[in-house]
């Protein structure tokens, strides 16, 4: 059994306990959630389309390769190649990714640079 490495720390277990009457005293009162507890929703905006021509223009603002695009993506130059002609369009991962690289290209060029120095 673990020992405690502070006189006064709570266990997990109590701490877990302690949650569980909370929910319970919540339910007995017909309670919501927001009403008792502090809860804050996020809301994460879908990324960008990226159609041929967009893909093909970032990448061109980076002054790279499809090759040298694909690695920084981490997705294979054929993936490249088929979202710029049209072929497949990007996951909503890589939309992400291309929304950052979109939004400050210096910091990706600095950081390709970096790389190719290395």
Do not use: C, H
Request: charge should be positive; charged fraction near 30%.
């Amino acid at each position: 059994m673990a020992r405690r490495t502070e006189k006064n720390s709570p266990r997990v277990a109590d701490e877990i306990m302690t949650g569980m009457r909370e929910l319970e005293r919540m339910m007995d009162e017909g309670k919501r959630p927001e009403e008792m507890f502090t809860v804050k929703t996020i809301v994460v905006p879908d990324p960008s389309v990226y159609r041929p021509k967009q893909v093909r223009d970032l990448r061109a603002s980076l002054g790279v390769s499809q090759a040298v695009f694909a690695s920084l993506l981490g997705v294979s130059v054929v993936l490249v190649k088929s979202w710029e002609r049209g072929v497949r369009e990007p996951s909503l991962m890589a939309r992400r990714l291309l929304d950052s690289i979109k939004a400050n290209p210096p910091r990706w060029l600095a950081d390709l640079r970096r790389n190719a120095a290395a």
